[in-house]
């Protein structure tokens, strides 16, 4: 199993940035697909970027693409969500995920499991 801590998530004006982070200790050799959700009020959990570590392979919803990266560390101790260019729709709690998953979809959609963190709250104002 797998422990994710969140960090970095705040208020910020619309055209505004922030990296979020996920700190990962555990058994993290095990894994190959991090992934960040986001659910804000009222609305289903909406995973939004991945990425696949044995090929370096990224994923990322359709309302983020272009404005938001995800990487990891080498040694997947860590992952990051930078996102840039903010808008009041990207408010939400945004999650970390992290597990083992066959076939590179989506995010992580093929994994069995996956562990999750508490998460960080993001808020953009326009």
């Known amino acids: 199993q797998v422990h994710l801590v969140e960090s970095g998530g705040g208020s910020v004006q619309a055209g505004g940035s922030l990296r979020l982070s996920c700190a990962a200790s555990?058994?993290?050799?095990?894994?190959?697909?991090m992934a960040w959700f986001r659910q804000a009020p009222g609305k289903e959990r909406e995973g939004v970027a991945a990425?696949?570590?044995?090929?370096?392979?990224?994923y990322y919803s359709e309302s983020v693409k272009g404005r938001f990266t995800i990487f990891q560390d080498s040694a997947k101790k860590s992952g990051y969500l930078q996102m840039n260019s903010l808008k009041p729709e990207d408010t939400g709690m945004y999650y970390c995920a992290a597990g083992w998953t066959p076939v590179a979809a989506g995010t992580c959609d093929r994994s069995p499991g996956l562990d999750w963190g508490q998460g960080t709250q993001v808020t953009v104002s326009s």
């Open positions: 990425i696949y570590s044995g090929t370096g392979t990224t």
């Open positions: 555990g058994n993290t050799h095990s894994n190959n697909c």
